[in-house]
């Protein structure tokens, strides 16, 4: 087991000084983009910058409870319905929460804002509207919000996103965008000397600290999660991931394990794993896009333990 020193990692520091200069100088404009890949600490920052700014105008006040609990009445936070769902249902995080392409944000959503804004400020100068994954708006929500930026005067816009080319160009050319780079090889290396414990990791395990930090792609988020996922995989899964399984009846049983044991988002994680450590063991690019399949079937949530047992049969027959 890897062991996590702190819960925090780094800010993008470029971010956070234009962000502190915006505050200082009160140069606030309607609407933010904060654009960048997942993980690399968008919504952190965001919760940050809020903060700071309700903090100019009630500054003895525990605003960062209020913000993080969702109970601050110039603060509303709108995310995709299904993920709304699946927080109230396991109480779970945001980022554990796989996105199976069904999820998006309605005009329903969107109309509340306007409700939102049009009610007097109480704690602050500024009413501030948080949206998550903002890519997911359907077409009329886009529309709605579109018009919504541009018309308050009392309101600032965050908008997260990963995928800046699913939003409308036109709300686009209404916000300033934020952008978050990825970080270096180098300084996800420093990240894990000053947050993890490397002494609790196995460097002979199966998968090896420099895979997570490969499959990262940069994002200190990703990488926590990829330790955490790991973390959680039991060894009656772990032992079976050395190489692609031959036997019939071991297939059988794995998978059972792995659909039982695991939430979606722990099976998709998963997979991933097994790609990087069969490949380094096969070099085989047909067991891959097996694996790429069985990642999509799982994302539609269509029989996960039969998709991994097709999966895992059909690799069995090919002559690796």
């Keep these: ?12 520091d470029k971010v956070n000084t234009y962000l502190k200069n915006i505050i200082k100088n009160k140069l606030f404009v309607n609407g933010y983009i904060f654009y960048g890949s997942e993980g690399v600490g968008k919504k952190r920052t965001a919760f940050q910058f809020i903060k700071e700014i309700f903090k100019q105008s009630s500054p003895s006040e525990n605003i960062e409870d209020k913000i993080m609990n969702n109970n601050h009445p110039d603060f509303l936070i709108i995310e995709p319905n299904s993920l709304l769902e699946n927080k109230r249902s396991k ?46 708006l359907n077409e009329a929500a886009s529309n709605c919000l579109l018009k919504t930026l541009e018309e308050p005067n009392n309101g600032i816009f965050i908008l997260l ?21 990825s970080f270096s090889g180098k300084e996800i290396n420093s ?35 990829n330790i955490e996922i790991w973390n959680e995989l039991s060894d009656e899964i772990t032992s079976k991931l050395d190489s692609p399984i031959k036997d019939s009846l071991e297939i059988l049983e794995v998978s059972q394990s792995i659909s039982e044991q695991l939430e979606i988002y722990q099976q998709i994680c998963l997979v991933n794993f097994i790609e990087i450590i069969w490949w380094r063991k096969t070099k085989n690019i047909d067991l891959v896009k097996k694996l790429e399949n069985l990642k999509f079937l799982l994302r539609k949530n269509i029989q996960p333990r039969l998709a991994w047992e097709i999966t895992f049969l059909k690799i069995a027959m090919e002559d690796i």
């Design 91 to 136: 109480n779970s995080d945001l980022k554990k929460t796989t996105k199976s392409g069904s999820e998006i944000i309605k005009i329903a959503q969107i109309r509340n804002i306007k409700t939102f804004l049009g009610q007097k400020s109480i704690n602050s100068d500024k009413k501030i509207v948080l949206i998550i994954d903002a890519h997911l």
């Design 1 to 12: 087991m890897i062991e996590v020193k702190k819960s925090n990692f780094l800010f993008d």
């Design 161 to 181: 996103t990963s995928k800046l080319n699913l939003l409308l160009d036109t709300i686009i050319s209404r916000c300033q965008i934020v952008r978050f780079r």
């Design 191 to 225: 990240i894990l000397k000053d947050y993890l414990n490397p002494s609790k990791f196995n460097i002979n395990s199966t998968l090896k600290i420099q895979d997570l930090i490969n499959f990262a792609n940069g994002s200190p988020g990703q990488l926590f999660e």
